[in-house]
């Protein structure tokens, strides 16, 4: 068993190694508990999917996260496991799958749900703090201006964020590699670009993109 | 300068930032935006009317779950039914905008006046609505039922969404009735027809017709990429109705299929012998009619 960040684990279980957060909370989408760990699937979530393709982000457990697009919450059960100390403001905008999500934010202390669109941060300007950690993933076409503009009024300088894209939902008749060099030079030219990279094979035609706010 | 925040106001009183606490909570939540970043950290300055962060954090996290719940909870109802209504108000001003704008034709070629003018404007007003409606519309069927959007287009899952008469009706459709919605008309013509031992076919498609994937393929594949579309619709009316999220897979398949059949070419007929052919269409003429 071994540590990777505040209480994300990587566990040996039946001979396989599996991701795990450790959680005093109970299943949430149907994902195994193992004692006092829940595991975290990676074709289920893109955060575990791009922790398992290597690249690790440092998430301290006090941080303060604005994340946009939270859908039923399956992310964001996991997330809440590891800033056990902090606070994760989740946007969403579609209703019904945050029906589902309202059952986790009831039920842990540190999701604030906000039934909203990402596209226009300023409705929820005065409810969200400045934060440490922007995480995106939102299947738009303009997801790229969303990021952009939530991270302009959120995020502290200094502080970092990921956004996972989808190729086809930026551009549906181009090659993905054509999307994806696009979409990082375009995020570089505003921020510090830290890292990028697929996530395959857990997420076709998706990439991470972790960025850090420069003054 | 003044702020509004979740938990009232803050305002700014001789360089210094003065936080004020509304007595209805939830109305200042949901008033809470300010077209710009604030030039303060919300948290700290909730400490001058919260007793502790601890305090904060529990009193906002209360506030977000019931306006939320209340907010999910309205959307959940009401949307599906306003779509609906949007759709036939749609169809009631498409018929006037053009029944309007006959009668003006037959009045301007007569004498063209400050009333007939007048008139022009009043249709160019109109459209102009037509134009929000439809807007409307498009919004509203994306958020409620996104999966059944990204396969089939605005256009045509409102109107499947109408024609079922709510998305819980349509959720609980088959495929094969999907396919057809619309054409209901032919449809039982064509049963008509059966029940009294002619020979009929049953109609391929009925308002997923006007799809591009279908309208586009020759005749012969309508009926093929027709089944196909609806058994795919037929999944994403229940994803939507019971889970709400976006399956990308779903309409990549319907895409798939599409230029799957696009390419595909005729049989090649050269390698049947010519004999053998004509007998099997003997075969086929014995073979008694569907009924």
Redesign the interface.
């Known amino acids: 068993m071994k540590e990777v960040i505040h209480n994300v684990f990587i566990i040996e279980r039946e001979g396989r190694e599996i991701l795990a957060t450790k959680s005093k909370y109970g299943s949430h989408y149907g994902e195994r508990k193992i004692g006092e760990f829940r595991e975290w699937i990676p074709s289920r979530s893109k955060l575990a999917a791009m922790i398992l393709k290597g690249h690790i982000i440092d998430i301290k457990p006090d941080w303060k996260v604005l994340y946009l697009g939270a859908?039923?919450g399956t992310t964001v059960s996991h997330l809440a496991d590891i800033v056990d100390e902090g606070?994760i403001y989740a946007v969403e905008?579609?209703?019904?799958?945050?029906?589902k999500f309202?059952q986790l934010?009831?039920e842990r202390?540190n999701?604030?749900?906000?039934?909203e669109d990402a596209s226009t941060p300023?409705?929820?300007?005065?409810?969200?703090?400045?934060v440490d950690f922007v995480y995106q993933d939102i299947?738009q076409k303009n997801q790229i201006e969303i990021f952009f503009a939530n991270i302009?009024?959120?995020l502290k300088d200094g502080g970092e964020g990921v956004i996972m894209v989808?190729a086809?939902?930026i551009d549906s008749t181009a090659e993905p590699e054509v999307v994806f060099e696009r979409v990082v030079e375009e995020l570089g030219e505003k921020l510090e670009v830290i890292a990028h990279g697929s996530l395959e094979p857990f997420h076709k035609d998706h990439i991470y993109v972790h960025v850090r706010k420069t003054k | 300068m003044k702020w509004n925040v979740w938990f009232g106001e803050v305002v700014e009183e001789d360089g210094k930032l003065i936080a004020k606490k509304s007595s209805d909570l939830v109305e200042s939540f949901k008033n809470a935006s300010n077209p710009e970043a604030l030039p303060f950290n919300l948290p700290e300055v909730g400490l001058q009317v919260f007793e502790s962060l601890e305090d904060y954090y529990r009193t906002l996290r209360k506030i977000a779950i019931k306006v939320t719940s209340e907010k999910v909870e309205r959307e959940l109802k009401r949307e599906d039914r306003y779509v609906i209504l949007l759709l036939k108000a749609l169809d009631k001003l498409n018929e006037s905008i053009n029944m309007l704008e006959e009668k003006l034709r037959d009045i301007e070629e007569v004498k063209i006046s400050e009333t007939t003018e007048d008139f022009r404007e009043r249709i160019e007003e109109l459209k102009r609505l037509r134009r929000r409606i439809e807007k409307e519309i498009e919004d509203v069927i994306t958020k409620i039922a996104p999966n059944l959007t990204e396969i089939a287009g605005a256009v045509i899952a409102a109107r499947l969404l109408e024609k079922a008469g709510s998305l819980e009706r349509l959720a609980f459709l088959p495929a094969s009735k999907i396919q057809i919605l619309g054409a209901e008309k032919s449809l039982y013509k064509a049963l008509a027809r059966m029940r009294r031992g002619k020979p009929a076919k049953t109609p391929k498609h009925g308002i997923i017709f006007i799809h591009p994937f279908i309208r586009t393929l020759p005749k012969r594949k309508r009926g093929r990429m027709a089944r196909f579309m609806a058994a795919k619709l037929a999944i994403a009316a229940k994803l939507d109705y019971f889970k709400g999220e976006l399956d990308e897979s779903l309409a990549e398949s319907v895409r798939k299929k599409y230029e799957e059949l696009r390419r595909e070419k005729d049989k090649p007929k050269k390698e049947e012998p010519k004999q053998e052919r004509r007998e099997e269409k003997q075969k086929k003429m014995k073979k008694p009619k569907r009924r």
């Open positions: 859908a039923s606070i905008y579609s209703a019904k799958p945050f029906v309202l934010a009831e202390r999701i604030i749900p906000l039934l300023w409705k929820y300007n005065g409810i969200v703090e400045k299947a302009d009024m959120f989808k086809r939902s």
